[in-house]
């Protein structure tokens, strides 16, 4: 069977958004998305304005795009590799500590890409900022099951589960920005150990808390 005609400008075209994509996640993540523009991302991308206006049908489509690929990123480094764990309280560490490593690890120059844009649509409305707000509340929410999961399996000992997410994502956010702020690692290294302090007053298991243990960075 012979390829379709359009099927390589297709397959170009895709590969060219992927490339745009991956520089428009890193630009926002030190910009944020109001920094964002096709001017700003055409330069960066070596990809010429029109042809980035063409690709996400102006500055809307772009920073909508930038948010989902942003997303996927998020999802692939710190949630995919931690669902192997069945056992919750093992889940919940694996989460902790890959935030801590996505963000450590600079896979966005700027740090978590999520905690750089929150600031853009803290007040503000439209799909954008909707976009933005949604990714951040399903993890949130995701980090609160895992804790409610593992509270009802017997896991964690917590009364609050709700609580404990909350304290447990702040630490992880405190250390991207100090870290940020202060220019060293040296906060993940703080933060971790607070988790792991957090986590064994929770009563998790031992290897639960020897997930806290971040390796140096390479």
């Keep these: 069977m012979q390829d379709h005609p359009g099927d390589g400008r297709r397959a170009r075209g895709d590969a060219s958004r992927r490339a745009v994509l991956q520089a428009a996640t890193d630009l926002a993540s030190v910009h944020g998305l109001d920094g964002l523009t096709i001017g700003r991302l055409a330069s960066a991308s070596g990809f010429s304005k029109s042809s980035v206006a063409t690709l996400f049908n102006g500055k809307e489509g772009l920073q909508l795009a930038t948010v989902a690929a942003a997303r996927d990123i998020f999802f692939a480094r710190i949630v995919a590799p931690a669902r192997s764990e069945s056992h919750r309280a093992r889940r919940l560490a694996a989460l902790l500590r890959n935030a801590l490593l996505y963000s450590r690890n600079r896979v966005f120059t700027g740090g978590c890409f999520f ?89 998790a298991d031992d290897r639960a808390l020897a997930m806290l243990h971040l390796a140096a960075p390479a």
């Excluded at 993890?139 to 589960?161: K, T």
């Design 115 to 203: 905690a750089a844009v929150s600031a853009d649509v803290d007040s503000k409305s439209g799909p954008v900022n909707e976009a933005v707000r949604a990714a951040i509340t399903d993890w949130y929410r995701y980090v609160e099951a895992q804790a409610e999961q593992a509270v009802a399996a017997g896991e964690l000992g917590s009364e609050r589960p709700r609580t404990l997410a909350f304290e447990l994502i702040a630490l992880t956010e405190q250390a991207n920005s100090r870290s940020l702020l202060l220019r060293t690692p040296e906060p993940y290294d703080i933060a971790a150990e607070a988790i792991r302090d957090r986590l064994r007053l929770a009563r």
